[in-house]
């Protein structure tokens, strides 16, 4: 009976300690109503390895440890890509301006963006400076890519062209040859405009218009023609610049005028003004009369009236400046209404009468 009963004991004390064991809580404080009269030593040790409670004697939970972020093969392949291209260019873009040359600096066979807005429609020269072994080529992509063009230019410079819109953005990548990673050193780059076609801008002018192609392309001879209304003269061509605003300079007279378009739009503005009046001097004929007013304003046509006597016909109709003397040409034949003369200064109808 007493072995039974050991058995039972040893059975009871092997379990505990196994749960004990799996709840980590010790085995004498299991076995009794106050296991807070444990040793400060041993609570100590217990303290790195059991479980915490709280003040309900419930097992606090641990935070679980954070997690170094894992990197998947797209992040590895991104970043290789990345690496891979600032081993060929920098951040650094170059932006190209007309007839304006830039550097371009290479370490270690590297590539630079290059960037060019073209202003108008039409074809532009690309151009590298001449560094010999440096070898400057033009690529298409910051990393591998075709070729644009190495050799073109003079020695070992490259040159190509591009025809382009108004506001379109060509981008090339600007390096040497191989991309050799020994290529150390700076060149200079540009473009020019070859064949450029910009817009004429025309103002709407009153008292008189003009007419005139509504493009041009650099270079071209673009021609004007005025047309004042009557009792109007031109006053003013004016022609600038789209870009900066400076004047262009304007040829001819008269009517007729032109000028050489620039690289760049352009505005055309024409004015008129009140044509001077100017007096009109009559000589009585004999054997007749005639009508013509007393004044005339510059560039109106005027009109003579002429009246021979009965038996009399129009001789001659004479008409000179009072400034030069020189003549002025009459239009119109007949009696009556004789035709017209243009008033340029100051002048003096002489009118005589033959018999018929």
């Known amino acids: 009976m007493f072995i039974r009963k050991c058995k039972s004991v040893i059975a009871l004390l092997l379990l505990t300690a196994l749960v004990c064991s799996s709840l980590q809580i010790p085995v004498f404080a299991a076995l009794t109503d106050d296991y807070m009269l444990i040793s400060s030593e ?29 990197m998947d093969s797209t992040d590895v392949l991104m970043g290789s890509a990345r690496e891979l291209e600032s081993e060929y260019s920098t951040n650094a873009v170059i932006t190209l301006s007309l007839d304006t040359s830039a550097t371009v600096t290479i370490t270690s066979g590297g590539r630079k963006e290059v960037r060019f807005t073209a202003p108008a429609d039409g074809t532009y020269k690309f151009e590298s400076s001449n560094r010999g072994s440096l ?50 050193g700076s060149y200079t780059v540009t473009v020019v405009a070859l064949t450029t076609t910009y817009t004429i801008i025309k ?34 061509v004016i022609v600038t610049r789209s870009d900066t605003g400076a004047s262009v300079a304007v040829c001819g007279s008269g009517n007729s005028r032109t000028f050489t378009m620039p690289a760049s739009s352009v505005t055309v503005r024409v004015s008129f003004t009140v044509s001077p009046s100017y007096s009109i001097t009559k000589i009585a004929p004999t054997n007749g009369s ?11 046509m005027i009109t003579i009236t002429i ?50």
């Not at 440890?65 to 894992?70: N, S, T």
């Not at 591998?144 to 073109?152: A, E, L, P, R």
């Not at 003397?325 to 009468?353: E, F, K, P």
């Open 307 to 356: 009246h021979p006597n009965p038996g009399y016909t129009v001789g001659s109709v004479i008409i000179t400046r009072n400034d030069t003397g020189a003549s002025i040409a009459v239009s119109g034949t007949g009696i009556g209404l004789y035709g017209t003369i243009i008033i340029l200064r100051l002048c003096t109808i002489n009118i005589m009468h033959d018999l018929q």
């Open 203 to 236: 103002n709407s002018p009153i008292n008189g218009s003009f007419s005139g192609p509504s493009s041009g392309v650099t270079g071209s001879v673009i021609p004007i023609t005025i047309q004042p209304h009557p009792g109007y003269s031109i006053g003013s």
């Open 42 to 70: 041993t609570e100590s040790e217990e303290s790195e390895c059991s479980t915490e409670f709280n003040e309900f004697d419930e097992p606090i939970e641990e935070a679980a440890p954070e997690l170094e972020p894992v």
């Open 135 to 184: 070898d400057p080529t033009a690529y298409i992509a910051a990393t591998g890519g075709s070729v644009i063009d190495d050799d073109s230019g003079e020695s070992l410079n490259y040159k190509f062209q591009q025809t382009l819109t108004a506001g379109q953005t060509f981008t090339y990548y600007s390096g040497v040859y191989n991309n050799s990673t020994n290529a150390n």
């Open 290 to 300: 005639f009508s013509v007013p007393t004044s005339g304003v510059s560039g109106r």
